[in-house]
């Protein structure tokens, strides 16, 4: 299998299948115990959480170090970020004092844009890899879900996934949907009709929950914003949204056998899905947040190799 070489991992739009597949197979080398390709010359790293994180910045940073990297902290609430400097001058310096690799999170959509599509007159040199963009793609969560997915299955062609909750503003979503159905899954939707756009009907169907749960191999569980909804909403009703679309004990029971159920995390308990079925069988979370590790590793090495850091080429 040949490495995946990348200049940065900023969308899974560009990925090929074939790139897909040999992602997925590096992980699970990581995960079966393969040790990294050893370095011969150091790589510096940091970590740019721009939005709050726990999971995808705790879970990078793990990848970073198993893959021998030196992590270069940076916290936001103390940098120049404050005083007004850009994420393009402030990435300028951190690229100027030796850093090789920028993992961001950003609230802003595309904001990988300003630091690779560089002008003649910019001399950014550095990888970027995407830990999340405002509303628009979240790399690392959908290579960590369909490497769960693919672990569990095997394949995807045909797979019957359903999305449900906040689909419009979810960048989880937004890239799931897009390798999903490269890869061949059968895609549907649900949720509040009011947090559904029509330009995804060119992935799937939005149809009521219900009506496709027992024939769902994959049931997929967006986190409600609770942070946008209480504020933009002042009706939503937690009990109410579990009522109609969360995952309570009747609907459990009325999926297939080898069915799983999968979350980008944090859960709210008995919204989305019932407190009592975090850690249930067809529940896959926790095989989410353990994967995420050894992917985040292939993800981040598959740079290296783009970038032919620490001796890799």
Partial sequence: MQPVKLSHFTTVEDLTTEQVFNLIKRAEEFKNGAKPTPL?????????????SSRTHTSFEMAERKLGLTVIPFDPAHSSVKKGETLYDTSLIMNAIGIDL??????????????INLSEHQHLDMGIINAGDGSGQHPSQCMLDMMTIYEHFKH?????????????????ARSDMEILKKLGAE?????????????????????????????????MLLRVQHERHMEEDKDFSATDYHQKYGIDQKRYECLKENAMIMHPGPINHD????GNLVEATKCYFFRQMQNGVFMRMAMIEAVMYGRKLGGLA
């Fill in 187 to 219: 895609i549907y939707f649900s949720g509040p009709s009011c947090w559904y756009d029509h330009q995804f009907d060119q992935y799937g169907k939005y149809l009521p929950l219900d009506s496709l749960l027992e024939k769902m191999d994959v049931v």
């Fill in 271 to 274: 919204v989305e899905l019932a």
């Fill in 102 to 115: 920028e993992v961001i999170r950003h609230s802003k959509n595309r904001y990988y844009d300003s630091l």
């Fill in 156 to 172: 995807f062609d045909n797979l019957k996934v359903v999305i449900v909750g906040d689909i419009v503003n979810s960048r989880v």
């Fill in 40 to 52: 011969t010359k150091p790589v510096y790293v940091t970590n740019m959480f721009f939005e709050n």
